[in-house]
């Protein structure tokens, strides 16, 4: 019991001080942090005695301040309750006779306020220290005579002192009388509701403010807990209590018309703040197969499920994608444009209609699924359709727009936060400490990963620990020189003969075209694509083996490996485009020619009809019997869709053969096989990470090329995705094993981003090109009609909008106002250029000069501790007689010589700070995370004042220390 | 597992969310985890906060831990006493430190913890030798223990008394490319 009084004791002393025991309670701090753990069991114990008693002391402690005119009154009468308490009573009792004088001190007062809440932290660690009887005493020394001025002080805030008197008493009853508890609890509540309905009147201004202030600052806390290094128990019980604070404080604050104001703000805040969880909540559990990427995590480590977050990452534009062109485009025009049948475009022509619904023409996306929604030639170039009045072709070719814009928009943004993420570390200052600090994935949790993890991080040591001892020769490097050119030599080799080869490929596919497809065999009709695919299958593997010849570094050889595929399939692509640019000029010869041979034929046809109209009523001609063009940009469209549906089966397939077939052959044949299979040459596959990226990233590209002309493509893309995660998911976990040298995933994901965005801007390119430089044709489209697709812009501008409107639109698009806005533009990326290569100088600058800085600052204070050391050893020769006695009393005297210049140091700190308070709050009990104490030595070496002069603080959300501590 | 709302109240749930970096879901899957680990000891009804501890032995058993070479010493840092045994709240922490969210400051001071062996709030090279020969599993050599630790406190000890304190700790591991993304674990 004694024990418990002085703890309360203490604690009283504490709330009541000023700044003057800042310093030690840092002190105190930290030791206590030092020695928690042997401490700990005690502790509890103890803790567990004071039980709830503390909680409420806690609850009420809110209260406090507001109280204490009340219990001012009480108090006598109380005194005599509990003798125990004599000598807290007595001074209470000066307290009491202290003349409230009116020294309107507001900020100090305020201050008080602010610091509640740490304080209470505070208190919860002195409790702790409810032991250290000898440190309570001089505490209270101290106190006693910082009392008096205190009391002065804040005479006015007579309300606050109530509270703490009040908040006394309370404890009191609980820690003299359990019974009492539960009535003197309630005597309180309702003391505290009083309370809080005369408060608002009786309050001034200030205090208002003030206790704005303090409820601000709770919630600001209350955002911040999660990152505090806390246990849960303190966070929870810290929560509640702000959260009780903040309850209670906020609907009474402000007064009259502001009051209820204030009130519906906060209301609304509240809700908001509901509305954001829920829907967070709601969110994360959108989000799909995260315990499959967990799972693939945890047997392959953090680079295997890089590949599927980036899948899942890309399921989500496809997504959005699908969501544009499917809403905006197939649907409006499946539900309101003109039905099938009626018009040329929407119908299969005679010729076709027998075998339009075989199943090798509708895989062809012949027949039937060429005049469908699906393509760009079925779309009508009505202005407005359905009741709606829904303005097609303008959807059509802003959705087109916007897919690019979105992707653009996704792309760059994800890059911006991915470069913020990983943008810190490039220096190796810190080499063996990073290999030895980071490089363990904890998110491992499969054996045999664990066992390669293992394995890589030895030959990871091994090799840094060779290198910095340099004793690592080339052996022969004129021999590497000469095997790397030739490495190269051939890789180029096979790139020009992959772009010929699908140049040649695609010029015979042309003649056979022309020739006609249903005399040729299935492999020549498919030709273009089958190569495509089989190179984009087989090149990678011929570089994997020529890569084998360089003798790179791993992580260099990987790049150099995804630098050769990356050009391999963009030469392909281009090769393809070039290609496709080449049928595409021939349609439009052939277009021509229709559209010659259809005015004659319409007026042979209006001949005939004119001829027989007097005799007969009008033929119907059929739609499917009308002549009809090309139309190259369904042409474009189906060769898309072809290539991707192509590139799908071949991912599948080899996904089946190579990586399947050849694990189960491995697995069965093992029984009976003269060597090895499973360690030796065939072994199980490992999971291609960056080939897989690759193959995702170009299959995008092919997507955004050919969206425009086949509105089909996101919606296929998208069962391509889903499918392939769910396949892919499954090979992973059942056909492949863990790389042997696992690899980060980190900062290569940004690598894949710029080849993304490299591939957005290439396949955007084409698409572009057709757009503004061929004609649309003559009888199919959305465009039919126009001289170019983007005159739908113009059009709208005439007849949709007002004549103003189209007015300023067109003299703001003249040059003369263009010309010099774009000159405006260049300049500014200029300008922000130069500016951003100037502040990057100026970061290396000052990473230089603290580097120096540091080597400087470690060479002075070697040198101190030598100094240090010399003089020591000094003064023990010069007291010789002594020596032995000092031997036994310190054991090693450097250290402790350190350890008290470290306590000297900090003391220095934190009076300074208290003098001039920091800008900003710290909160926790952490010693640690300010910038780096310098040290002094007694030994005149004070020069190393701020070697480091803080690094970046990023978020609020750090560890901080506690902030009532340093003011007054 | 039936309804959901009879494991916590909603203010419970409210405050875990305040105090972890997690969703309302996940508190609830962490804590399908954390029964999942002793049926018969959890109950299904923390409303009344029940004081269940699980040891050691059967935290570290997890999936997530199973293989990692620190498992020890990270439920001893999360545990209250120290030694392992770990109440749901001490879990939630652990993994809410883990987690995605959490920011760099955090996790730092987490794992500086968990590699101070000795808990004196020092990396010395005790330490640094312990946390190395977990790392990988003794392979190396004494000389090469010997050497990895110097030169690691040479590099990061920036105020040269031959240990790393946190803020030394700190400012070497808030450079570290990858710490973010390793020092992780997906629940």
């Known amino acids: 019991m004694a024990m418990l009084i002085a703890t309360w004791k203490h604690c009283v002393y504490v709330f009541s001080t000023g700044l003057e025991d800042e310093v030690d309670t840092f002190q105190e701090e930290h030791e206590r942090e030092r020695h928690r753990g042997k401490r700990r069991d005690g502790e509890r114990a ?53 003349p409230t004088t009116k020294s309107s001190k507001a900020a100090k007062t305020r201050k008080n306020v602010k610091n509640e809440k740490t304080r209470k932290v505070e208190k919860e660690e002195k409790e702790d220290e409810a032991d250290d009887e000898e440190r309570n005493r001089k505490r209270k020394k101290k106190h006693g005579s910082n009392k008096k001025e205190e009391n002065v002080e804040d005479g006015n805030t007579v309300k606050e002192k109530a509270g703490e008197v009040k908040k006394k008493k309370h404890k009191k009853v609980v820690e003299t009388s359990s019974e009492k508890e539960t009535s003197e609890e309630e005597d309180n509540e309702e003391e505290d509701s009083e309370e809080k309905e005369v408060r608002p009147e009786t309050l001034t201004p200030e205090e208002l403010e003030m206790l704005k202030e303090a409820v601000d600052e709770r919630k600001k806390l209350i955002q911040g807990l999660r990152g505090k290094p806390w246990a849960m128990k303190k966070k929870l019980v810290t929560l509640r209590e702000s959260q009780e604070f903040v309850d209670k404080y906020e609907g009474a604050l402000g007064k009259g018309k502001g009051r209820k104001l204030y009130a519906y703000k906060v209301m609304m805040t509240k809700k908001w703040m509901k509305f954001k969880r829920d829907f967070e909540n709601f969110k994360t559990a959108c989000i799909p197969w995260e315990m499959k990427i967990k799972e693939i995590e945890s047997h392959f480590g953090s680079s295997v499920a890089s590949y599927f977050i980036f899948l899942r990452w890309m399921y989500g534009i496809n997504m959005i994608l699908f969501c544009l062109t499917f809403g905006l485009v197939m649907v409006p025009e499946a539900l309101m444009g003109r039905p099938y049948g009626t018009i040329p475009r929407k119908t299969v022509p005679r010729a076709e209609a027998p075998s339009a619904m075989d199943f090798a023409v509708l895989w062809d996306f012949g027949g039937y699924a060429q005049y469908s929604v699906l393509f760009y030639g079925y779309y009508n170039n009505q202005r407005a359709i359905g009741w709606l009045k829904f303005r097609m072709p303008l959807s059509y070719f802003l959705v087109g727009v916007g897919t690019v814009a979105y992707s653009y928009m996704v792309v760059i943004r994800t890059m911006a936060r991915n470069a913020n993420e990983s943008g810190v570390g490039d220096d190796n200052s810190f080499n063996f400490s990073w290999k030895m600090f980071t490089s363990w994935d904890y998110l491992i949790g499969n054996p045999e990963t664990a066992d390669n993890k293992f394995a890589s991080i030895t030959t990871i040591f091994k090799e840094a620990i060779l290198e910095e001892q340099e004793s690592r020769k080339d052996d022969n490097i004129h021999l590497t020189r000469f095997l790397r050119v030739l490495a190269n030599f051939l890789v180029l080799c096979c790139l020009a003969g992959s772009g010929y080869l699908i140049y040649f490929v695609v010029r015979r596919s042309q003649k056979f075209a022309l020739d006609g497809l249903e005399n040729h065999t299935w492999w020549e009709r498919n030709e273009v694509n089958m190569v495509m695919s089989l190179l984009g299958m087989f090149c990678p593997m011929l570089f994997d083996v020529i890569s084998a010849l360089e003798n790179y570094h791993p992580r260099v050889a990987l790049q150099w490996q995804l630098g050769r595929i990356f050009a391999l399939f963009l030469g392909n692509l281009y090769t393809f485009i070039i290609a496709l640019m080449d049928e595409i000029n021939l349609k439009r010869e052939e277009e021509n020619i229709v559209k010659f041979n259809i005015t004659t034929w319409e007026a042979s046809h209006y001949n005939i009809s004119a001829s027989e109209n007097s005799t007969s009523p009008p033929v119907t ?318 030994h005149g070496n004070q020069g190393s004042a701020g070697y480091l002069p803080s690094f970046p603080r990023e978020n609020e959300a750090r560890m901080h220390r506690v902030p009532s501590l340093q003011r007054h | 597992m039936g309804n959901k709302q009879t494991i916590f109240t909603a203010q419970q749930l409210d405050s875990y969310q305040d105090c972890t970096y997690f969703t309302r879901k996940e508190i609830l899957r962490l804590f399908d985890r954390y029964r999942d680990l002793a049926p018969q000891l959890v109950p299904l009804d923390y409303t009344c906060q029940p004081d269940v501890k699980l040891p050691y032995e059967l935290i570290g058993s997890m999936p997530e831990l199973k293989d990692n070479p620190f498992r020890q010493r990270i439920a001893e840092v999360f545990s209250d006493d120290g030694e392992g045994n770990m109440t749901l709240d001490d879990f939630l922490d652990m993994f809410s430190v883990m987690s995605e969210m959490a920011p760099r400051d955090l996790k730092a001071y987490y794992a500086f913890k968990i590699y101070d062996f000795n808990n004196d709030d020092f990396l010395c090279k005790s330490d640094l030798e312990k946390t190395l020969n977990k790392l990988t599993r003794n392979e190396l050599t004494e000389d090469e223990v010997r050497m990895v630790c110097e030169k690691v406190i040479d590099e990061s000890d920036l105020d040269n008394d031959g240990r790393l304190s946190l803020e030394d700790f700190q400012t070497m591991i808030v450079r570290a490319p990858d710490f973010l993304s390793t020092f992780h674990i997906r629940i």
């Open chain 1, 46 to 98: 103890k803790k567990k005695k004071r039980g709830n008693g503390e909680g409420r002391k806690r609850a009420s402690r809110a209260g406090r301040e507001e109280e204490k005119l009340q219990a001012r009154r009480e108090k006598k009468g109380r005194r005599k309750k509990s003798s125990s308490d004599q000598e807290a009573e007595g001074r209470e009792g000066d307290e009491a006779d202290q």
């Open chain 1, 621 to 938: 001609i059929q739609p499917a019997d009308v002549p009809r063009g090309p139309c190259w940009e369904t042409m474009v469209g189906q060769e898309f869709v072809r290539l991707i549906i192509s590139d799908t089966m071949t991912t599948y397939i080899t996904l089946l053969i190579g990586d399947f077939l050849r694990a189960v052959l491995v697995r069965f044949l093992n029984y009976c096989w003269c060597w090895d299979l499973e360690a030796g040459f065939p072994s199980y596959s490992e999971f291609d990470v960056s080939g897989n990226v690759l193959g995702l990233i170009f299959n995008q590209g092919m997507i955004w090329m050919g969206a425009f002309y086949a509105p089909c493509l996101p919606a296929l893309n998208l069962l391509r995705l889903h499918v392939s995660m769910y396949l892919q998911c499954w090979a992973v976990m059942c056909c492949n094993v863990p790389q042997e040298r696992v690899f980060k995933a980190s900062g290569s994901n940004n690598f894949y981003m710029a080849m993304l965005l490299v591939i957005l801007f290439l396949s955007t390119l084409p698409a572009i090109y057709t757009i503004v430089t061929i004609p649309p044709s003559f009888d199919c489209g959305p465009f039919s009609g126009k001289k170019r697709m983007f005159d739908v812009i113009q059009e709208t501008l005439e007849s949709d909008f007002p004549a103003w409107f189209s007015k300023v639109f067109s003299s703001a698009s003249n040059p003369g106002l263009v010309l010099p806005f774009i000159l405006l533009m260049v300049l500014a990326i200029y300008y922000l250029q130069s500016t951003s290569k100037s502040y990057k100088e100026a970061n290396v600058d000052l990473k230089k000069k603290l580097q120096t800085q540091n080597e400087e600052n470690k060479k002075k204070n070697k040198l101190a501790a030598l100094k240090a050391q010399m003089d020591l050893e000094e003064a023990r020769k010069a007291a010789s007689p002594s020596a032995e006695h000092q031997k036994n009393n310190n054991a090693s005297p450097d250290q402790e010589d350190e350890e008290e210049d470290r306590g000297r140091s900090q003391r220095m700190y934190h009076s300074k700070n208290g003098r001039s308070p920091p800008p900003h709050r710290h909160y926790g009990q952490l010693p640690a995370t300010r910038a780096p104490v310098p040290r002094n030595y007694p």
